[in-house]
């Protein structure tokens, strides 16, 4: 199971940061993933924290956001710097499995950046 | 990293076959078998119904098939029913540890 929380309206330029609480499974050398949705629009892939330090990001948010887990918590968090109206979205975390499919999401966070 | 194409929507009348198309390239859907489909309905998180191009996760009905052919997936709907009234979005591994969904499609249920 996964449960995202932190999602909270901002103003540009300002931070937040989202966590993705697991269970059933240790974030210690798993693969999880942050897709976000904006309102009325598609999926997107924002960013995916492999084993280790490996991770990826999506262009429109390299050099902003920053993944990373929390093994004594078991998290997946997200830190977001610089947000941008355009970054306004529910994010959902979900589990990537070795084959590279979603098997478990979270119910997923609103995140809303307006002035 | 583009996101692959899938139709904007498609409908049937219950009971009948759809086919919802998710075209890529070489380097995303032609070159990896991992092509997964998800459905999500309104308000909800996405759902996996299909991984590994044909493969069912279990509890998932068989109604639901997956296929691909060069750089198009497929995803067949047969038996439609009302509860399939959803959206639909393919995914796939893209390489430099990025993965790739589709446009989405909005299935509609006549």
Redesign the interface.
């Known amino acids: 199971q996964l449960v995202e929380s932190g999602g909270d309206l901002v103003q540009p330029g300002e931070s937040l940061r989202l966590s993705c609480a697991v269970s059933g499974f240790n974030v210690n050398g798993r693969y999880v ?1 942050w ?1 976000r949705q904006a309102p009325g629009k ?4 924002v960013s ?1 924290l ?1 084993s280790g330090d ?3 990001y ?2 429109s948010v390299k050099g902003r956001f920053t993944v990373s887990r929390d093994i004594s918590k078991n998290t997946v968090d997200l830190q977001m710097n610089s947000l941008r109206a355009e970054d306004t979205a529910v994010y ?1 975390c ?1 589990r ?2 070795s ?5 478990d ?4 966070t609103l995140v809303t950046v307006s002035s | 990293q583009s996101a692959l194409t899938q139709p904007a929507s498609v409908s049937g009348s219950r009971g009948q076959s759809i086919t919802i198309s998710c075209t890529g390239t070489s380097s995303d859907v032609g070159g990896y078998n991992v092509v997964s489909w998800y459905q999500q309905h309104p308000g909800n998180a996405p759902k996996l119904i299909i991984y590994q191009v044909n493969r069912r996760p279990s509890g998932v009905s068989d109604r639901f098939s997956g296929s691909k052919s060069g750089n198009t997936a497929s995803l067949t709907i047969s038996g439609l029913q009302s509860d399939d009234a959803a959206d639909y979005y393919c995914c796939t591994w893209a390489g430099g540890g990025s993965l790739v969904f589709g446009t989405g499609t909005k299935v509609t249920v006549l």
């Open positions: 993933g897709v598609g999926l997107e892939w995916i492999y490996s991770a990826y999506a262009d959902y979900a990537v499995m084959y590279y499919f979603c098997e999401w979270g119910q997923g």
